[in-house]
């Protein structure tokens, strides 16, 4: 299990998420409980961007329930039909925002968030059973670079979900 982050500030985000994906990897390797790993995870991507907020809520019963997250306190549960989150998980794609102010439903956890990216986190069986939920306090702040790096280092949570 990897207990330091080795990341250089000057790559490109390409390059980080390339950097990443490995040492992640390795942090969440033989680890089978989940809200260590998605902890860890949050924590992360949080040190490597220094975004507003990163963290999970997780699939309980027809409601999304907060988990691990870095940064202000959030909203402590969502709902089906509102917001970002529930678009994501109800899709289960993922979702990029380049204004929350102009996303129907926006749920407004913070008043700092501008942007936003949810990508929805399966199990072996490939249930969605959480979203892993990223909030910038700039505009436009996610692409689709975020996207595909994303949903890869999301693709180590399966097999401990």
């Given at each position: 299990?990897a207990?330091t982050l080795?990341?250089d500030?000057?790559?490109?985000?390409?390059?980080?998420?390339?950097t990443?994906?490995?040492?992640?990897a390795?942090l969440?390797?033989?680890?089978?409980?989940?809200?260590a790993?998605?902890?860890?995870?949050s924590?992360?991507?949080?040190?490597?961007?220094?975004?507003?907020?990163?963290?999970?809520?997780?699939?309980?019963?027809?409601?999304?329930?907060?988990?691990?997250?870095?940064?202000?306190?959030?909203?402590?549960r969502?709902?089906?039909?509102k917001?970002v989150?529930?678009a994501?998980?109800e899709?289960?794609?993922?979702?990029?925002?380049?204004?929350?102010?102009?996303?129907?439903?926006?749920v407004?956890?913070?008043?700092l968030?501008r942007?936003?990216?949810?990508?929805?986190?399966?199990n072996?069986?490939?249930?969605?059973?959480?979203?892993?939920?990223?909030?910038?306090?700039?505009?436009?702040?996610?692409?689709?670079?975020?996207?595909?790096?994303l949903?890869a280092?999301?693709?180590?949570?399966?097999?401990?979900?």
């Open positions: 299990m207990s080795t990341i500030s000057a790559l490109s985000k390409a390059e980080k998420y390339t990443i994906l490995p040492q992640m390795s969440i390797q033989g680890e089978p409980n989940a809200v790993n998605m902890a860890n995870f924590a992360v991507i949080k040190e490597v961007w220094g975004h507003h907020w990163v963290g999970f809520y997780t699939v309980e019963d027809d409601q999304l329930v907060l988990g691990p997250f870095q940064g202000p306190i959030a909203c402590t969502l709902f089906k039909g917001g989150c529930a994501a998980w899709s289960e794609e993922t979702v990029v925002v380049e204004d929350v102010d102009a996303f129907p439903g926006h407004a956890c913070s008043s968030s942007s936003e990216i949810v990508i929805p986190v399966k072996a069986n490939n249930e969605v059973v959480a979203v892993l939920d990223i909030d910038s306090d700039q505009l436009a702040a996610f692409d689709q670079e975020d996207k595909a790096g949903e280092l999301v693709e180590l949570l399966k097999p401990c979900m």
